[in-house]
Structure formats: C-alpha cells, structure tokens
C-alpha cells in the first residue's frame, strides 16, 4: 500500500491507494483533517461530496495530492520497464505480449520517439522507433529486443526522470526558478535536445509562456474558472503547464504516454514534473503544432525568430528569440 500526504488550502490530506493485480487502483479511502485538529473520515463517492458540501475542496486537493502515488512522481518508479525486464534472452518485437508492447512502446515515446499510438500493438511505427531507438544508442538487429536493450533503455528513462530531481512534487508550491531552469536544461539533454541555442530557446518559451515566473499556469491565469468556462470552446482542456497544453486529444495522447488521467484530472497538467515533461517532449516531437525545435535550430541552422512556429506561430517570437540570445549569452 502507497501513502502519500500533502497540505492544500489549510487542510491536510492523507492518500490511500492499493495495488490489486499489480496495478493501482482507485482511490479507497482518504482522511481529511482541518488545521484545528477536527477530523473526519471519508470513503467513497458519497463522503467526497459531503465534505465538498461542508466547504472542504476535497477533490482538488486530492487530484494534487495523488500525483505524490504516481509513477512519474518518483525517479525510482520511472522506467523500472517490469515487464521487459524479465525477458530471459533475445527475441522479436513482434513476438512480444500486449503487455510488454506497451511497455515499449510508452518507453520509447517518452524518449521522443515517434511510436503513434500506445496500443500495444505491432505496426510499423513501434517497429521503426525501436530501429530508431536501437541505431541511436544500442546498435544490432533492429527486429531484436533483449535483456542488453532493455538496461540500455532504462538507462535512458532514469536519465530523463533524474532531470526533474530538483523540483518539488508541486502539491506545497514550493520550488525555485533556479531549480527549474536547471531541471529544464537535464530534460533537454535527456530527450536530445542538445545545442546551446535548442535549450536556450525552450528557457525563453518558458520564461515568456509563465510570465516570467517559470512555474506553471493555467491558460488567462489572471481570469477565474468561470471566465474560462464562457469563453474558451474547449474547455476544460485550456493550456496549462510552463507551455500551454490545450485540446482533449492532447490531453489524451499525454495521458498514455505518461500513464495518469489528465482526462479526467487536467490539472496534473500543473503538476511541475508533468508540465516540465510535457515542455520538452512537445519541442522535440512537434505535439504543439506539428513543427519540431530541430527543424528551426540544429547544427547547420539557428532561426531563433522562426522557431517560434513550434508553439504559436509568430506571436511575440521577436521578444522571446531575445531572451534567448541572453539564455545562450550566460550559458
């Protein structure tokens, strides 16, 4: 059983969760204690919106809170690949099980690499990123999945989740720009985003994106949820993170790579380990408008001005291809 607490609001929270059949299941029980020290414990649907009733923001403060129990929340959990990791010796990808596909194929789009979607199915793509993976990092036979590729690719996903070891869990809010910056800059190299100008210019996106704050934000942060609800179309799918996350198929797509519902939870898209993967795995594969960092900025091209197109066409990227130039000038 996994225990998590965290403090919201003046209340503190205490999580719950059970693995049944080696998965986590749904919330079970969790106790909601006021700050003056009464106490009430709630199980269920029913005891939730009780105490919503009673003023306690209980399903806001869990849906922060649970992020603590969740894989990408812990370096230890992230890329522990359980299933891969039993493979005795070499075999086809194409002969693996549903499960372990999926395995991979999570895996291997964490990386950046384009494997469509997470269905644990063989096709074409999850044949090609894992050519792509191996011709990248682990050369031999493209087809061949073994107990070597598999370390080599969990080497690599531990690489990625140490990057946000200096940021907080975020349900305290309480984290430093300079964490953030420096977080930024190990998730850049994790996911290949190598060059100078590259992380320089996701710093200046993040910079410009968060007002200057490098924490994440909701999309018109300065307007409330109901102002959202009347003018935004695709609400409650609005932007959220150091970069603007919007659209439901969006949320979707992050929920599978990511392995948490921010379908019906979108604002783990808040969450700084959630935003910070999302920030550099949408540079680096074009989730935002189709259009990769590396096709502006690499190593015979650098269009500070252009690379904008990544996340918003050319609004402001003027102002934001400056605040890299001072990004890459102090690098």
Not at 253 to 280: C, G, M, Q, R
Request: with cysteine; hydrophobic share 45%.
């Amino acid at each position: 059983m996994a225990k998590a607490e965290a403090a919201a609001n003046g209340w503190a929270v205490k999580i719950e969760r059970v693995a049944v059949e080696g998965q986590e299941a749904a919330l079970v029980a969790f106790s909601v204690v006021a700050s003056e020290g009464a106490a009430a414990m709630i199980a269920g649907a029913g005891g939730m919106a009780m105490a919503e009733a009673a003023g306690i923001p209980v399903a806001a403060m869990v849906a922060r809170a649970a992020v603590l129990t969740h894989p990408i929340a812990a370096a230890a959990d992230d890329g522990s690949l359980a299933h891969l990791s039993t493979l005795a010796g070499p075999v086809p990808i194409s002969e693996l099980d549903e499960v372990r596909l999926k395995e991979l194929q999570r895996a291997l789009g964490r990386l950046g690499y384009p494997v469509g979607t997470i269905d644990g199915l063989y096709g074409p793509k999850t044949r090609s990123a894992w050519a792509e993976f191996k011709t990248d990092v682990y050369p031999g036979n493209p087809s061949l999945i073994g107990p070597d590729s598999v370390l080599v690719l969990k080497e690599k996903l531990q690489d990625l989740a140490g990057a946000s070891a200096g940021i907080s869990a975020g349900v305290s809010d309480v984290w430093s720009k300079e964490a953030t910056i420096m977080a930024i800059r190990k998730a850049c190299l994790a996911q290949g985003i190598g060059l100078p100008s590259q992380v320089a210019y996701v710093l200046a996106t993040t910079q410009w994106e968060t007002a200057q704050t490098f924490r994440p934000v909701k999309e018109a942060f300065w307007k409330d949820e109901v102002w959202r609800k009347k003018n935004f179309r695709y609400f409650p799918y609005y932007g959220r993170g150091y970069v603007q996350l919007t659209w439901k198929n969006n949320y979707e797509a992050y929920s599978h790579l990511l392995n948490i519902d921010l379908v019906n939870n979108p604002d783990l898209a808040l969450e700084p380990k959630v935003a910070l993967f999302v920030l550099v795995h949408g540079f680096k594969t074009g989730t935002f408008t189709g259009r990769k960092i590396t096709d502006y900025i690499n190593e015979n091209r650098t269009d500070l001005d252009g690379a904008r197109r990544c996340i918003n066409g050319t609004d402001r990227a003027r102002e934001i291809a400056d605040l890299a130039q001072k990004f890459l000038a102090s690098a």
